[in-house]
C-alpha cells in the first residue's frame, strides 16, 4: 500500500474562479471548452453562435472548441425545440472546461451546468498518472473511491464536487466505488499511462441502477496549453 499523502499535487480544485489567482501570469488568449451530457434526455446544446451539439445523449460529450476568455451565453433545447437551461458561463485563460450538464441539486426536474475546470500540469515525475472524481450521481450524495489493496484516494466527494488530483504510479488498477458505509457501488479498471491526467466522472442514478464511471481523454494530455 503506497502514502497517497505524499502523492498530493499542488493545484486543487475549489471551483473555476480559483484558478485566476494562480494562472496570473500566463499570457494565453485561449482555453477549451466541451460538453458532458448526465441527464438521460438527448439534448441540443448552443454557445453564443456555435451549435456544440445537437441530439447529444446521457453519457456523451462534444469535442473541445477552442475559446477565448470572455463570457458566454449558453442554451440548452429538448430535440424537439423546447428552451431547457438558459445562462452565461465564464472561461478564463489557459485551462480545459468540461461544462456538465446535471440535475440541479435543489430541484432535480430543472437542469444546472457544473465547470469543471482543468489545469496543465508540468511537474509530474516520471511513471506517476494523475486521476481525480467528479460525482455527478445525483441521488448518491457522497461516494468514496478506492484500489484493490484497500488505499482510498478519493473520500467525502460529495455529489456536484470535484476532487483534487492525486498523483499515483503508473499502471493498472481495479478501482471500487463506495458509499460512506462501506457499500459498493461499482468496479472500474484503469490503465493509468506515465504523466496522463484522468477525470473519473460518476454519472447516472441509484434508482435506475446504472451508475458508471466514465474517464474520457482530459485535454490537458494533447490540447496546446501553456
Same mark, same amino acid.
Given at each position: 500500500?503506497?502514502?497517497?499523502?505524499?502523492?498530493?499535487?499542488?493545484?486543487?480544485?475549489?471551483?473555476?474562479?480559483?484558478?485566476?489567482?494562480?494562472?496570473?501570469?500566463?499570457?494565453?488568449?485561449?482555453?477549451?471548452f466541451?460538453?458532458?451530457? +448526465?441527464?438521460?434526455?438527448?439534448?441540443?446544446?448552443?454557445?453564443?453562435?456555435?451549435?456544440?451539439?445537437?441530439n447529444?445523449?446521457?453519457?456523451?460529450?462534444?469535442?473541445?472548441?477552442?475559446?477565448?476568455?470572455?463570457s458566454?451565453?449558453?442554451?440548452?433545447?429538448?430535440?424537439?425545440?423546447?428552451?431547457?437551461?438558459?445562462?452565461?458561463?465564464d472561461?478564463?485563460?489557459?485551462? +480545459?472546461?468540461?461544462?456538465?450538464?446535471?440535475?440541479?441539486?435543489?430541484?432535480?426536474?430543472?437542469?444546472?451546468?457544473?465547470?469543471?475546470?482543468?489545469?496543465?500540469?508540468?511537474?509530474?515525475?516520471?511513471?506517476?498518472?494523475?486521476?481525480?472524481?467528479?460525482?455527478?450521481?445525483?441521488?448518491?450524495?457522497?461516494?468514496?473511491?478506492?484500489?484493490?489493496?484497500? +488505499?482510498?484516494?478519493?473520500?467525502?466527494?460529495?455529489?456536484?464536487?470535484?476532487?483534487?488530483?492525486?498523483?499515483?504510479?503508473?499502471?493498472?488498477? +481495479?478501482?471500487?466505488?463506495?458509499?460512506?458505509?462501506?457499500?459498493?457501488?461499482?468496479?472500474?479498471?484503469?490503465?493509468?499511462?506515465?504523466?496522463?491526467?484522468?477525470?473519473?466522472?460518476?454519472?447516472?442514478?441509484?434508482?435506475?441502477?446504472?451508475?458508471?464511471?466514465?474517464?474520457?481523454?482530459?485535454?490537458?494530455?494533447?490540447?496546446?496549453?501553456?
Amino acid at each position: 500500500m503506497f502514502d497517497i499523502n505524499r502523492y498530493y499535487n499542488t493545484y486543487p480544485y475549489g471551483g473555476y474562479m480559483d484558478y485566476s489567482v494562480m494562472m496570473a501570469s500566463c499570457f494565453c488568449k485561449k482555453s477549451y471548452f466541451r460538453v458532458l451530457n +448526465t441527464i438521460n434526455l438527448p439534448l441540443d446544446i448552443q454557445v453564443n453562435d456555435i451549435l456544440m451539439a445537437e441530439n447529444l445523449k446521457i453519457g456523451e460529450f462534444t469535442k473541445y472548441v477552442k475559446f477565448p476568455p470572455n463570457s458566454y451565453h449558453v442554451l440548452i433545447h429538448s430535440e424537439d425545440g423546447n428552451l431547457l437551461f438558459e445562462s452565461d458561463i465564464d472561461i478564463d485563460y489557459n485551462l +480545459t472546461y468540461t461544462a456538465v450538464v446535471s440535475a440541479d441539486e435543489e430541484d432535480q426536474n430543472e437542469i444546472c451546468i457544473l465547470m469543471v475546470p482543468e489545469q496543465k500540469a508540468h511537474h509530474m515525475t516520471c511513471n506517476m498518472s494523475a486521476l481525480r472524481l467528479a460525482n455527478l450521481c445525483v441521488d448518491e450524495p457522497e461516494v468514496v473511491l478506492s484500489v484493490s489493496d484497500g +488505499t482510498v484516494l478519493f473520500s467525502d466527494i460529495k455529489y456536484g464536487k470535484v476532487s483534487s488530483n492525486v498523483a499515483i504510479p503508473s499502471g493498472r488498477y +481495479t478501482l471500487h466505488l463506495k458509499k460512506p458505509d462501506g457499500t459498493e457501488i461499482l468496479e472500474h479498471c484503469i490503465d493509468a499511462a506515465p504523466y496522463m491526467h484522468y477525470t473519473l466522472f460518476i454519472v447516472g442514478k441509484q434508482k435506475d441502477n446504472n451508475i458508471k464511471i466514465i474517464v474520457p481523454e482530459d485535454g490537458v494530455n494533447y490540447l496546446d496549453l501553456c
